[in-house]
């Protein structure tokens, strides 16, 4: 039966494909054109393709036999991370789901809510690590205990949430297979927050809203 869906929804769900290397950086106008190394995700890809660097979604406007590029807007650079990105860092990579794929993480967008820095590091005693990132007044009423959370557009749960701060447990597996293991203590990552929190919240303001005006 054909399906009545695209081949690929413009939507991921933070299972990273693949670690790439940032190959170059280099002026595009007022932004920037972006050229990553990778392998995985150019088995389909063709221009325009939408990939998330990072978890930011972007769009392929070249590629090669082992790279690709993408052109990102002033405000792409300076609300994500990709803009302290330099020559040699790794970047996780994810195309989109497709009709056909397992749902393996969450509903992600690619819409990055903001950067956020690495508090602390600590490996524990079964080989995984505990993150803590620093909480932002801006979305901090979607972060909540055991609810979902991208960063760098890993799909990850939140072990704890603290007054300034939350925390994650990352198994060894995530460890190995995306770029946690390049970070440290004052990197910046991405953060993009449970889309369905915002739905919520949204739905209950507009109740409120409705009630005060029967009242």
């Known amino acids: 039966m054909q399906s009545f869906f695209p081949e690929r929804y413009k939507l991921f769900t933070g299972i990273i494909e693949e670690v790439g290397t940032v190959q170059s950086i280099s002026p595009n106008g007022s932004g920037s054109t972006l050229l990553f190394s990778a392998s995985k995700i150019l088995e389909d890809i063709k221009l325009g393709s939408s990939v998330a660097v990072n978890g930011c979604c972007l769009t392929a406007v070249s590629f090669g036999e082992d790279w690709w590029s993408t052109d990102a807007v002033p405000e792409t650079m300076n609300r994500t991370n990709l803009g302290s990105l330099a020559e040699g860092d790794p970047v996780n990579l994810e195309r989109p789901l497709q009709a056909s794929g397992r749902f393996g993480g969450h509903i992600v967008q690619g819409h990055i809510d903001g950067p956020t820095s690495i508090q602390s590091i600590e490996k524990q005693d079964d080989d995984s690590y505990r993150f803590a990132f620093a909480l932002d007044p801006e979305w901090e009423q979607y972060v909540c205990h055991k609810g979902s959370i991208t960063i760098d557009g890993i799909s ?39 889309i369905l929190a915002k739905y919520i919240e949204r739905q209950l303001s507009t109740n409120n809203q409705s009630n005060l005006e029967v009242e």
């Open 156 to 194: 990850l749960t939140i072990a704890a949430v603290h007054s300034t701060s939350f925390e994650i447990a990352v198994i060894p597996h995530t460890w190995s297979a995306t770029n946690l293991n390049h970070k440290s203590i004052g990197s910046k990552v991405n953060v993009e927050v449970d």
